[in-house]
Each structure stands twice: as C-alpha cells, then as structure tokens.
C-alpha cells in the first residue's frame, strides 16, 4: 500500500473535488464499520472461527479447496 494510501485523498480531492473524498472516504470505512454488526453475529454462530479455505473446501470439496488455496497462499 505505501505512500498511496497518504496521496489518494488529496489526489482525489484535486481531479474530483469534495464529492469524490467523501466518495472515497465512504467506501474506505463502510466494509470495516460493517464488523460492527457482523462481528457478534459471526462470533455467536462459530464461536472457534473459522478459516476461509477450509469452509470452502467443506461447502465445495477439495478440488475447490486446493484451488482457493493456490489462490490465497503467498
């Protein structure tokens, strides 16, 4: 991410103007606030957590796992 994430903002500001910071503000931080919600909701259904690659290969089976592994390792 490096210096992009202290420039995007005032770059943006100057192309767009003030609608296109709040834009992005908006966007930036409505996924995160989004765990407020989510996170009791997830804790009380799967109390140890869980893994996404493991999910996936329980819900679609190990060719799907293998896959979205390869896809995530790194």
């Keep these: 991410m490096g ?3 202290l420039f995007s903002y005032p770059e943006l500001s100057t192309i767009v103007g003030i ?3 709040f834009t992005y503000a908006a966007t930036s931080a409505l996924p995160l606030m989004a765990f ?3 996170g009791p909701l997830i804790r009380r259904r799967l109390p140890e ?3 996404m690659t493991t ?3 329980h819900r679609y089976g190990e060719i799907t796992g293998a896959y979205i592994s390869f896809l995530t390792w790194g």
Aim: net charge positive; no cysteine.
């Design 3 to 5: 210096s992009a994430i």
């Design 19 to 21: 609608q296109g910071t």
């Design 36 to 38: 407020v919600f989510l």
């Design 49 to 51: 957590g869980f893994i």
């Design 55 to 57: 999910w996936v290969r």
